[in-house]
């Protein structure tokens, strides 16, 4: 850590911030400059934080140096890490696209829909069975009957399910159903009550960024499931907040590179929440695979027009289906199969 | 509900518009303008989505008239709400701080800031016992042995206790030691089902707001609580996520009239979190006393520069009691007591 | 335009609204539902704005159903507008790569780039002669001496040279020296004065959006040069501002299919300013030719370790010749030529 | 200047960086940490960019430790500016409210808004003669016949004239018509040749912050125009970009007490630009005051729903006058004039 002092700074506030330093038993460097003397804390800075610096008399800011997180990090694990779902690998050189609907409605409609994602070439599948909506007067999903309904369905393909977990007391319920993979939503990302309880299983999770989440508190949400002793999380991107309203987020096509730098787990992206329109998605979709991420999570319905939320972000099967073709085009373009 | 046609729909695409209105037992009012044709639903649009109709081929937008929240909305309910919260009154006339530390730290940190906060003239105490840490190794918070200490140290000066409810599984825990106000952070404002459940209780919530909540996001998790049966919701601006980086938050003082105009619920104004230093709380306090808030909630430690976290964001005993002379004033410049 | 009435609007306050209207030539339709009055303006709404409204007694909103911008807008102009640039055609199937330095520094730099740039099979060149600076005491670039520079290099390689005019007073000295394209910069998007003096004009302008310009207002300045006669614009996506702290800019590749849609100009990417590092280039380079993106404004130095500006953004000759392979192979993977 | 270099860097790296360091003149200081080599240049490190560095092989990031403004930092002049205004002292003791319509419409319009202005206890006067309008095709103001008007009318009444300058070939006339203060719009902060042309007249500006510019960016902005001579420099904030869509801009108090402490200029607000609603402005005015601003700049028009422009901003001349009643007592409640 970095401790700037401030122009007018006196020894005896340098002092104390260097005692202060020594205390948690890290050693001391001073640079005096011609404007603003810095001192420098040599060895594990994650002990420190910069608030307890900036409370001190004569000190105008403190910087970390290092980054707060460790077994997400690349640094400390060059390697990208693939996670094996049932026999689906996610993060090596095959890029995966998870499909599926929005929320589980009917048996019908996931049967119907299992059958046309696995058609279109997805080897996994997603739908709701927990929603987190808006309102409290509508749809809130099917809950434990929806996870049947989804199980059922996904059977017959082979097809690993993927769905949101948003109650730490649902867990158990999410284990008997099998659930091969938990998302955590977007509004979750930092319930840090959530995150510590999958840690402690060995489902891998899907750990989706928060609405204006930055990378590094992303980072270390996923350090809170791998302090748990859950290594197998796979982040997320499903566009952030901003200023435009053209849109529903805008998708952060940034993150897939920057992430790869600083972590060695999977990276998918969302383009459905992202743009929030169905005839986005594509193109969105298109990007992220150019950009370098693993994998989709793409939302189709049988029948967008009478889905029972997020209607108008829904693909239909046709349009999966000519989607995967042009992904599977791009991916050979990145040196990529899929 | 106004669904707006593109300039090519064809009537047999504003005939299923039409047609699925009707569905929902809603009536229709079609206005044909020169480049565009606007079709009204006429009835209780909360049960339509604008998501239903952008799907639907020929469809430009469709666009929410009417507000989605009820039970909070001014407009059903036009008197100003006033909580009681054992014998302080919170959102009438009279202007309430609520001080204390970041965190439950020891019984004697706790017994001395219950004092000065009492000194100070503040009527009710915060302090964290859960806390939300960006990191998974830094102090967590005392948990329920914090609660403890907290009920003790404030007991004596008679002041109602304000802590912060993480885990939906702690609510009991809350109960049993008769916490006063149960706060929901601000990484919890879309914690559906942790808002179902505070929502069973009669204790009073303070819902802060998301890090880039909408007002109208904002206005429907309250609704989610108050769907439940609580009503005691106290409404808590903490500043939003921004592209700044010289504070840690942008204080949204526009929020406190615009929620005044839309809830009659109380607003109050968390100063500490939105700047993020100590040193910028006094003035983001005074303005969000003369914006009209009903309220503060304020960080004030013993000892800040021994503080365990958010030492740079205390106020100490001194400043504190500084500042309440100040918020007095300004209290009484706009008609209001403190 | 549709405006909306406060529930408890009365009958004179909703007749002034319809008086209003009709004073500016336009009818009226009245939709009276449960909770809320919709009264409708039917004509060009062009002429109407929601805030003349906004003040009325009664009035809780004014809503534009019409798009503002209408000579850019592909609603009335279907077919892609191709632009030629000496005989580089911008816009049509094939993607365009402008390849350049940050800034024109020495000839010799300009010569050694320029070749480069065309060996590396990019068919324009960029290069600044005049430069904003976020602080007045670094380097402001050449000026005049620059353009001459840049023009002598790029002549010898028949790239044609795109160059940023920051200053009104310049244009004239711009069309001495035959700039090819004139590029508006990112803080001069809403110049209003800069914008209608290249209107008259027939150069192309690249107008760089915005910092936080939304698409909308994007459009309505691209509206203000066409207004002055001059069509050929060409919309450059470099970013815009946003929360996250690790890189210097959010690029909107959401922007592409959007404004693919709503103008029939070309739309193209600038990756080196989106990310602000060299190693983020071609990620983003990538996932804007597979989003649609028509041509792509990329930083090259021969020495980027020796730049004057902007150093750390730039790629070298052998990065710039790499990610060209790279991205033809997309181009082809979605039907594209470059 | 402070340089990280990454945990893998080796000696010949960090030589470079030395060597590079000593090039522009500057000292080094080593400090080998545990995880991380930190290189610190010593001497006027304004010299040097960020950037220069980033680009160097082993490097992670280049970070400022000094402030790159100077003439308008406190910290190298340390006591208050008091700009005076034709006898209006602005940034001292008393709190100045510049009063007036978005723009300037007809004589008898201007002549009566300054009677009101004057009556209401405002001692400076706004109004638009020059609009930067987001469409080309609505109301762009009377030019230099609005200036002629606008002096005619303050003149009775002794008030000085503050209205905006939007092309630099137009500052000659604002010279002779002897406008007392120059505005610089939002959209203009980074305008640098504007910025440059101003700094070279002793005429109060008032420095709008850019829709999303950093307060380092703005002192930057100022800086610009210090370095050309003029020191007479007014910040305004007016409300930032954000993602919240119930209110025109969110206002960033914040910046009020941040501003005060980083430079020795006024600071004042414009509430009607913020929240964009007439109704807003009062409690966003009085939170400007009670957070320390030394001015603001109010729309107040004599018939706010006839005016030409952002009609549902101004406030009416007895919501002026009301308004002033109460800013006073906030004034005086924190010690100031008014």
């Known amino acids: 850590m970095i401790i700037v002092m401030e122009r007018s700074a006196t020894e005896p506030q340098m002092e104390s911030v260097v005692r202060k330093i020594r205390e948690f038993g890290l050693d001391v460097n001073i640079s005096r400059g011609t404007e603003r003397t ?16 900036g409370a001190m008399p004569g000190v105008e800011q ?41 929320s589980v409605e009917t048996q019908s409609q996931m049967d ?16 709701g069975a927990f929603k987190p909506r808006s309102s409290p007067y509508t749809f ?11 199980r059922q369905a996904a059977e017959k393909h082979r097809l690993p399910i993927v769905t949101e977990l948003m109650d730490v007391r649902m867990l ?13 939503g977007t509004r979750n990302m930092q319930n840090f009550d ?16 928060g609405m204006s989440a930055t990378i590094s508190e992303w980072l270390m949400a996923a350090e809170y499931i791998a302090a748990g002793g859950n290594h197998n999380i796979i982040f997320c991107e499903r566009g952030v ?3 435009e309203t053209a849109y529903r987020n805008i998708l952060d096509v940034t993150a897939v590179p920057v992430l790869k730098k600083e972590t060695h787990l999977p990276v998918i992206i969302d383009p459905s929440h992202a743009g929030g329109k169905a005839w986005m998605a594509p193109a969105l979709a298109r990007a992220a695979v150019a950009a370098g991420a693993d994998g989709l999570l793409i939302e189709m319905h049988p029948h967008p027009c009478d889905a029972w939320c997020d209607a108008d972000q829904a693909l239909n099967p046709q349009e999966l289906k000519a989607l995967m073709e042009s992904l599977r085009r791009i991916a050979h373009a990145i040196g990529r199969e899929m």
């Not at 994602?117 to 997805?122: D, F, L, R, T």
């Open 112 to 127: 119907e829909a299992a059958q046309q994602v696995s058609e279109a070439g997805c080897r996994l599948m997603r739908g």
């Open 62 to 102: 403190a910087i970390h140096i290092v980054k707060p997180y460790k077994i997400v990090a690349r640094e400390w694990h060059p390697q990208d890490t693939v996670i094996d779902i049932h026999g689906v690998a996610l993060g090596g050189n095959t890029v995966q696209v998870i499909g599926g609907p929005c």
């Open 194 to 209: 959530l995150l510590k309880e999958v840690g402690k299983v060995s489902k891998p999770v899907i750990l989706k960024r």
């Open 172 to 184: 158990d319920t999410f284990l008997e159903y099998d659930v091969d993979v938990i998302q955590i």
């Open 38 to 53: 810095v001192i420098g804390a040599i060895g594990d800075e994650r002990k420190l934080e910069p608030e307890l610096f």
């Open 140 to 150: 809130q999903g099917h809950g434990v009957e929806g996870l049947a309904m989804f």
């Open 241 to 243: 907040r901003s200023y």
